[in-house]
Every structure is written in structure tokens, then in C-alpha cells.
């Protein structure tokens, strides 16, 4: 198979952020392909028997590295706590997978391939590739993955993005090594954060059609709770993103049409405005100038606007940066430091 021979000669890594998994947790180790080098099953200072599972799983596993959190941090904490000691460790791909059994551990030699091919810097799984796949979807999910997809786009600029909100993902480690690990959003917009800080370097991506699996468990993330905290993040990051993307890291024709958009709608709509109270408030209606001195801006700024936005899709990061990287970009002094923070096991 083409997959395993690519993944063979690189050092691949598997982090498995734990909470409350000591059933799941056996089951999905075992499933992990031996081409993955490392295992590193991180304990989010779970309440359960989880913690002990993963000693258990190290002592009769070499492969499965066992991290213990001193307190809970959330999925991103987790998950970020596995990426520094993969990264300190030396490996080369480093992939995340979930502990519920909901990610075929089997996909991952096709997720890591098209990263070790040199085509991309990270990989995506994509549950919307097939129909059947979409119609095992619980459809709270579905519905909300589809607002939720459309906010992450807008402020991560991977609008190529087919299923956003997928946690199954792979990353080179020279480009992991450079994002500011500690800046990441620690609990449930973790990935959509981790996007956002891939896009600000360039990162390109690619997303692998996969399955998953929901049988009865339960999301401990609720969907009112989605609903109304995370679009306030997503637009502190669309704002950042434009800001480096447009106005710190680089000054084009774009920027100018965002700037002349935002003004002349703005402007538009205040003098609309305005001139719709004051001739409310004289009982004469709007002469056709005072509208057309209030539509024109409007149009034209909303024109402004759509040459920018198309100019954001076409601007998607299409060719890899992590060989231009290098391995310099993983050595950081803080990864070794955190790592030797957290308690690890090995056997």
C-alpha cells in the first residue's frame, strides 16, 4: 500500500487527549497502525479510572507514552500538553485523535500522507465526502457544523474547507513548532483556533475523505453554550487575520477595497439614516438626491467588500512551507521546558 510505504520512513506521532475514556481508550490504542512510532495518551486530570487505563496501556505498550495533567485544561490543554513532548521527542508528523472511538485510528496513514509526500503542511478528515456518512449524522450536528463551517472559514481563510469543525488532523512538526502553543484556545475552540494560528503562517492544507463512527455517547459540549460563545471568538479572529494578513504583514489592493467598503457602507447607512429621521420627523418625504446620496455609497462599498472577499478565496495558502522551515523551527526552548512540567511514564 502506498500510504504505509510513505509513512514508514518518517517518525509519526499520535496524541489522545483523555477525559473520562478508561472504556474507549484500549480499544482505539489498539486500533493505532504500527507505522505510528509514538502514542502520547494525555490525561486531562480525568475523575475516573482513566488515568490508570493509560499506566496499564505504557507498561504493556512500548509504543504509548503516558502524560499526566496536574489539572484539567480541557481538550486544546490536553492535546496541547501531547504536542510539546511529541515535539520535544523529534517527531516528524504529529497526528490528533480522539479518545471516544468516533476517529478510525486505520485513516491515519492516508491523513499523514499527503503531508509526508511534501503536498501539504497539515491534513484534515472530511465527514461530508460521503452522503451516507452525512445521513449517520445526528442532525443537531449537522445543523450546527453547518454555522459553525461558515464562521470558521470567515476567520481562518481556508474557505476550501468542506468539514471545518473536524478534530481528526495532522500536522508536520516543523510547522507545529512554530505556532504559539501557549496562545491557542484551550477548551472547545481549540481546532477552530488551531486553524486560525495555521492560516497566519501560510500553512497550506488538505482535506481525506473519512467516516465516523457516533454511536450512543453523549457531546459534553453543548450546543447553546456553541451558539453563543463561539461566534464572538470567531470574530476577534477575523479581525486579527485581516489585520495581519492585510494591513501588518502586507498592504494590497485588497486592503484598500476593505477600507473604502467598510467606509462608504458605513457612511451610507448613517446618512440614510439620518435623513429617514429628519424627514420623519417633518412629514415630508426623502428628495430622490437625499436616497441616492444614501444608496450609491452603499453599493459601491458593498461592490468594495465583494472584490475583497473574492480576493480573500483566491489568497488560500496552496504550497507548503514546512520544508522552507526546516527543522530549526521545531527546536524551542519553552517545548522542553513545558514538557518537563507535566508528570510522563514511559516504558
Known amino acids: 500500500m502506498i500510504t504505509e510505504s510513505i509513512v514508514s520512513s518518517a517518525r509519526v506521532a499520535v496524541v489522545i487527549p483523555c477525559y473520562k475514556a478508561g472504556k474507549s481508550l484500549p480499544f482505539v490504542v489498539g486500533a493505532i497502525p504500527e507505522m505510528v512510532e509514538r502514542i502520547y495518551c494525555v490525561n486531562d486530570c480525568s475523575p475516573d479510572d482513566t488515568g490508570q487505563v493509560i499506566d496499564l496501556l505504557a507498561k504493556f505498550n ?6 499526566h495533567r496536574p489539572q484539567n485544561g ?9 504536542f510539546r513532548a511529541a515535539l520535544a521527542d523529534g517527531m516528524d508528523v504529529i497526528v490528533k485523535l480522539d479518545s471516544d472511538g468516533q476517529m478510525n485510528p486505520a485513516f491515519i496513514p492516508t ?13 484534515k478528515g472530511n465527514r461530508f465526502f460521503d452522503l ?14 453547518a454555522g459553525l463551517s461558515f464562521l470558521t472559514k470567515l476567520s481562518t481563510g481556508y474557505w476550501q474547507m468542506f468539514d471545518p469543525t473536524n478534530g481528526y488532523i495532522a500536522i508536520h512538526a516543523n510547522v507545529l513548532g512554530m505556532l504559539p502553543l501557549d496562545k491557542i484556545h484551550q477548551r472547545y475552540f481549540f481546532e477552530s483556533d488551531l486553524l486560525f494560528r495555521l492560516s497566519t503562517l501560510g500553512a497550506n492544507m488538505v482535506e481525506m475523505p473519512m ?7 453523549k457531546s459534553s459540549l453543548s450546543e447553546l453554550h456553541a451558539a453563543l460563545t463561539f461566534p464572538p471568538l470567531h470574530l476577534r479572529n ?13 498592504f494590497s489592493a485588497a486592503s484598500l477595497h476593505l477600507v473604502g467598503g467598510v467606509v462608504l457602507t458605513l457612511f451610507g447607512l448613517a446618512f440614510g439614516v439620518n435623513a429617514w429621521v429628519r424627514s420623519a420627523a417633518a412629514g415630508e418625504p426623502a428628495t430622490a438626491g437625499t436616497v441616492m ?10 461592490q468594495l467588500l465583494l472584490n475583497f472577499l473574492s480576493h480573500d478565496v483566491a489568497s488560500v495558502p496552496r504550497q507548503p512551507i514546512h520544508k522552507l522551515l526546516g527543522r530549526f523551527a521545531v527546536f524551542k526552548p519553552e517545548v522542553a521546558e513545558k514538557k518537563d512540567e507535566d508528570v510522563r511514564q514511559s516504558v
Open 211 to 217: 467516516q465516523a463512527v457516533y454511536a450512543d455517547e
Open 238 to 250: 477575523l479581525l486579527k487575520r485581516v489585520g495581519y494578513n492585510y494591513f501588518l504583514r502586507g
Open 293 to 302: 446620496l444614501s444608496a450609491l455609497p452603499i453599493l459601491v462599498g458593498f
Open 74 to 82: 480541557g481538550v486544546g490543554g490536553a492535546t496541547i500538553t501531547g
Open 62 to 67: 512500548p509504543r504509548v507514552v503516558a502524560v
Open 132 to 145: 451516507d456518512s452525512v445521513r449517520a449524522m445526528p442532525p443537531v450536528r449537522l445543523i450546527g457544523n
Open 111 to 123: 491523513l499523514v500522507a499527503p503531508i509526508l509526500s511534501g503536498e501539504a503542511d497539515f491534513a
